[in-house]
């Protein structure tokens, strides 16, 4: 499903190796798959685009959005976009079992939102960022400023925003709402500028800026991504410089993780570039970006999770058939990625309708990859698989 993608057209455990996609039947070395599990499904309920973090205490949340399961009204799909998509949570003192009724993060006063993304700072705040559509009648779209972005027939824009919490997501305060940034041209239903936004992994340096690498619709078929620098804790952003900027190339959820040596490495989902993943490396901080450049692979929205060791693990949802979840191993300052090895964590996906991984770390050698998932068309759920890596 390309949702950012058509919003620019105009704009018992078994334990066993994993086995490489690149190497047939062999296994890659100190990774092992421990088991998949359900975090959260309700057959009453469409459950999507999950984000994880590990709290001081140990206690793992997953924030996810949430909307009404259309078919149960005698429709014939669900959207990913609805104007009853709440952002909610569930937690987790060991990453296996959970909670079963779902937190509310933010339900948006004027429509539905998206992707919860969560960042934990190191003093323990927590931020998570959304963005949301209205659903406009005929005659507002009419009088509405142009240009705007609709996925589809009155269902409009409405940009991002930015919640914090400091009591571990029991309350959470805002929205906040990013600025406007100039290669943006669309506005919002009220006929203001579009606030800044994306989905993916936001990342907290070493200096203690936040980098945040946000969409924007540059013309009326396609996106770019530009990089958002906070150094007060998330509660206010400036404009750093463009990540991926291309003529025909559409560029929009996008992850930026930090190496040990300093460099800001973005990963980049694509559109109309056969699905292919992208990276592009600032080296100075996030003042400037090289050249974005092809992976070689495909995948959709990529997530970067460093391992004690240094070295990176890198997971996405894998939207071909087979359809399922995958993962590369990177070195600790993510250049090989042109020859890591892939590895299949799930191949039973029911559609291309999956995906959106997030990993988090469980203790030194286990690693929970949260991400949504169909079997055989089934009810969308939040799934996770542990891993063992060594």
């Not at 009088?143 to 925003?161: C, I, N, R, T």
Request: aromatic share 12%; charged share 25%; hydrophobic share 35%.
């Amino acid at each position: 499903m390309r949702r950012i993608t058509q919003l620019f057209k105009f704009i018992v455990p078994c334990f066993f190796c994993i086995a490489s996609a690149q190497a047939g039947n062999d296994t890659i070395p100190g990774v092992r798959k421990i088991k998949d599990l359900v975090i959260y499904e309700d057959p009453m309920f469409y459950s999507s685009f999950p984000s994880v973090i590990k709290r001081p205490d140990g206690e793992i949340i997953v924030a996810f959005r949430r909307a009404p399961e259309r078919k149960i009204f005698g429709e014939k799909s669900t959207n990913h976009v609805d104007p009853n998509s709440f952002l909610v949570l569930v937690r987790s003192a060991d990453g296996e079992k959970w909670t079963r009724e779902p937190e509310l993060i933010y339900a948006h006063p004027f429509g539905g939102s998206q992707d919860p993304c969560l960042l934990q700072l190191r003093d323990g705040t927590l931020i998570c960022t959304s963005y949301g559509w209205a659903f406009v009648r005929p005659e507002g779209i009419t009088s509405m400023k142009k240009p705007f972005a609709e996925a589809s027939s009155g269902v409009v824009f409405l940009g991002g925003y930015l919640l914090r919490s400091v009591d571990g997501g029991k309350k959470w305060m805002g929205p906040l709402y990013p600025p406007h940034i100039a290669p943006e041209i669309n506005n919002t239903p009220f006929g203001t500028p579009l606030s800044a936004f994306n989905r993916g992994a936001l990342c907290e340096g070493k200096n203690g800026q936040i980098f945040w690498a946000v969409a924007a619709g540059d013309s009326t078929k396609k996106s770019s991504v530009h990089l958002l620098i906070s150094a007060d804790n998330g509660v206010t952003w400036k404009y750093s410089t463009p990540v991926a900027v291309d003529k025909t190339v559409t560029f929009n959820e996008t992850s930026v993780y930090e190496t040990p040596k300093g460099d800001i490495v973005a990963f980049l989902r694509t559109a109309d570039f056969d699905d292919k993943a992208c990276i592009a490396r600032s080296t100075d901080g996030g003042k400037t970006f090289g050249k974005w450049e092809s992976m070689g692979f495909q995948g959709h929205p990529l997530n970067a999770l460093r391992l004690p060791s240094d070295r990176v693990l890198l997971t996405y949802g894998y939207r071909h058939k087979p359809f399922g979840i995958r993962a590369r191993i990177l070195n600790a300052e993510c250049t090989d990625f042109a020859t890591a090895p892939e590895i299949i964590l799930r191949d039973d996906g029911g559609t291309s309708d999956i995906g959106y991984t997030w990993p988090v770390m469980l203790d030194k050698e286990r690693v929970l990859v949260t991400y949504y998932y169909n079997k055989a068309n089934g009810t969308r759920h939040i799934a996770g698989t542990i891993l063992e890596i060594k």
